[in-house]
Nanobody, 118 residues
């Protein structure tokens, strides 16, 4: 059973930084290493939106709203993907979810809350 578990969310002041992590279990390091991993977020009353992705080869993409402020990375030895968020803004308040797709199944974590105080 594939599971994604996020951690690292919390409360931070505007302009501060936070790093969230997502660890995958139930899959081998080999499978994890070739899979594209994504971070999404869902703010209150809004639809879930893509924040960033990273392929197995390390190619990254970012939403325009976070470009220059966020960095996605991965440690395939730990089956873990990270999202470093800098210069956080109140509009970054959301539950952040980890995502991956293996064959025909999409997996989501339970999410981790990020709150930014102004």
């Amino acid at each position: 059973q594939v599971q994604l578990v996020e951690s690292g969310g919390g409360l931070v002041q505007a302009g501060g930084s936070l790093r969230v992590s997502c660890t995958a279990s139930g899959i081998s390091r080999t499978i994890f290493s070739i899979n594209t991993m994504g971070w999404y977020r869902q703010a209150p009353g809004k639809q879930r939106e893509l924040v960033a992705t990273i392929t197995g080869g390390g190619t990254t993409t970012y939403a325009d709203s976070v470009k220059g402020r966020c960095t996605i990375s991965r440690d395939n030895t730990k089956n873990t993907v990270y999202l470093q968020m800098n210069n956080l803004k109140p509009e970054d308040i959301a539950v952040y979810y980890c995502n991956t797709r293996i064959l025909t199944t999409t997996y989501w974590g339970q999410g981790t809350q990020v709150t930014v105080s102004s």
